[in-house]
């Protein structure tokens, strides 16, 4: 199809003052792009716990999440809403230490098993995703990116989806 937005050029400096036509070019019909991570993405936690330390954040919790955890710790559900979340913008979140650590690092995570999604699926996040070099960008945080094993493009759909996590 050849488009009909034939472009204006301004002149150049020693050219005269009219305009100049340029051929109209020809436009590619619309094809959505695949996402960059459709063959797969390789990831492995290595359970070094940057991500759980340093800046503060929320580590949101829904009541299916913060069951589990509960059942994990063998606390009622209330009981554990009174000990370890707060009310942050959008919902609940783990509380964290001064620090910024996440209540449950010490060495490691101390309920890996029951983490809530939102650890279960990092790094394949909405945000991590939008480009190669925006995934690249995030490598540089977390050593577990583009080691390890394979997660392929339907995996990670899912759990953008939110219906699977890494388990890994
Ligand atoms: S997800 Fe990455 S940064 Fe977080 S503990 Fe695992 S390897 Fe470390």
Redesign the pocket.
């Known amino acids: 199809m050849i488009a009909l937005d034939s472009v204006l050029l301004r002149p150049r400096a020693n050219e005269s003052r009219r305009f100049r036509f340029v051929r109209p070019r020809v436009r590619e019909p619309f094809i959505p792009m695949a996402p960059f991570y459709q063959n797969g993405l390789k990831f492995q936690?290595?359970?070094?716990?940057?991500?759980?330390t340093g800046e503060p954040g929320y580590v949101y919790v829904g009541s299916a999440e913060s069951e589990r955890l509960a059942s994990h710790l063998e606390i009622s559900v209330a009981g554990f809403y009174l000990k370890y979340v707060r009310k942050v913008p959008g919902g609940f979140s783990l509380l964290e230490r001064r620090d910024g650590s996440c209540i449950f690092f010490d060495e490691g995570c101390l309920v890996y098993g029951s983490r809530p999604r939102q650890c279960r699926t990092?790094?394949f996040w909405e945000e991590n995703l939008g480009s190669p070099e925006r995934w690249e960008l995030e490598a540089r945080?977390?050593?577990?990116?583009a080691s390890g094993p394979l997660h392929s493009g339907n995996r990670i759909e899912e759990m953008l989806a939110g219906t699977e996590g890494t388990g890994v």
């Open positions: 936690c290595t359970r070094c716990g940057k991500c759980c990092y790094p945080q977390c050593e577990g990116i």
